[in-house]
């Protein structure tokens, strides 16, 4: 089994910054892609970022120049600094790593989420 646990989020001002952590633990035998997604009230869940093993990185349009993602391989682990927080950020975060398996299996694998609210 493997599972994606997250930390990071919370409350924040308009302005502020978070750093959202994921970490990949369980039969993994190596991890392609991890990115994190997001999903407001009422709305559909959307991709925020994400990041491939060698660090090639794509990130949704709203977010660029204020969020950055990383990886630590040998941790199995991702992080997304989110500055310059907007309201409109405000969304259940979400971790996801595409794992492969020893026989070459890929699965997604998605954690509990977190929740980021940016208010004053």
């Known amino acids: 089994q493997v599972q994606l646990v997250e930390s990071g989020g919370g409350l924040v001002q308009p302005g502020g910054s978070l750093r959202l952590s994921c970490a990949a633990s369980g039969s993994i035998f190596s991890i392609d892609v991890m990115g994190w997604y997001r999903q407001a009230p009422g709305k559909q869940r959307e991709l925020v970022a994400i990041?491939?093993?060698?660090?090639?990185?794509n990130y949704a349009d709203s977010v660029k120049g204020r969020f950055t993602i990383s990886r630590d391989n040998a941790e199995n682990t991702v992080y997304l600094q989110m500055n310059s927080l907007k309201p409109e950020d405000t969304a259940i975060y979400y971790c996801k790593a595409v794992i492969v398996g020893s026989r070459g299996s890929q699965l997604d694998y998605w954690g509990q989420g977190t929740q980021v609210t940016v208010s004053s």
């Open positions: 990041a491939t093993t060698t660090s090639s990185t």
